[in-house]
């Protein structure tokens, strides 16, 4: 066997998961933001354009916004259990952010893969991005800003979801979030809505078509 062959023939059994194992186009992807700048805005357009992703859902010790629900948009849960879990390795990766604790369970990934899904999207912050980045290179990232810290402020009030002195929280965190838009590989400003959700679907279908090559090749050289 070739060496190529045989390297195509490892990645293939270990996909692009390493030891989580998944197809070699199995697509990874974080959506990080700071507070209000439309991320999850952006993910719910994208799930209902590509109902083949995964919504990879994070515990949280964050109370939930009036319009949030248990399970769909966060697993709600105390300090004791996150801690619990946290101790027990349940988690790919977890973070500090605003004050509360937030991380993504192994069992996320384990459930996208279970229901045939082709991919997942991780709303998670920077700190989560590098480590999930270390774990799992295969990760695209996109790192979503909006037009003007101006804007930002007015989208944070606007929400009226928190109080006034939570808006300045995020408002205040978002110069030093903002800081390590290096960690991701796109970053895209969304002004017009319309016209950041075609940039974002373009990143994906692009995205995807570089994980089928890889796994075309995959086959090709297998079957020969
Ligand atoms: N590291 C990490 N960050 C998360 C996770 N889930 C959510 N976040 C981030 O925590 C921050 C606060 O989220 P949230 O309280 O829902 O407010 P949002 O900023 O309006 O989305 C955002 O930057 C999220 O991307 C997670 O599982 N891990
Ligand atoms: N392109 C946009 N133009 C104007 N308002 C927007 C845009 N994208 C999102 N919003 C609004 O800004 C607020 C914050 O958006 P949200 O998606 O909750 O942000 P995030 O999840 O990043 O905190 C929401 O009220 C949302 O409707």
Known sequence: MSTQKAEFKTLKQAGNLGELSAPLDFLLLILSSPSGAGKTTLTRKLLETFPDLHFSVSHTTRKPRANEIDGRDYHFVDRAEFERLAGAHGFVEWAEVHGNLYGTCLAEIERAKAEGKSGM????????????????????????????????????????????????????????????????????????????????????????????????????????
């Not at 800081?179 to 809505?193: I, M």
């Open 121 to 224: 999207i991780f709303d998670i912050d920077y700190q989560g991005a590098r480590q999930i980045r270390a774990k799992l290179p295969e990760v695209a990232g996109v790192f979503i800003l909006p037009p003007s810290m101006a804007e930002l402020e007015r989208r944070l009030r606007g929400r009226a979801s928190e109080t006034e002195e939570v808006v300045q929280r995020r408002f205040r965190a978002a110069m030093r979030e903002i800081e390590h838009y290096a960690l991701f590989d796109y970053v895209l400003v969304n002004d017009d809505l319309e016209s950041a959700f075609a940039t974002l679907r373009g990143i994906i279908l692009a995205e995807r078509a570089r994980r089928i090559r890889k796994a075309h090749i995959a086959e090709l050289l297998l079957r020969s």
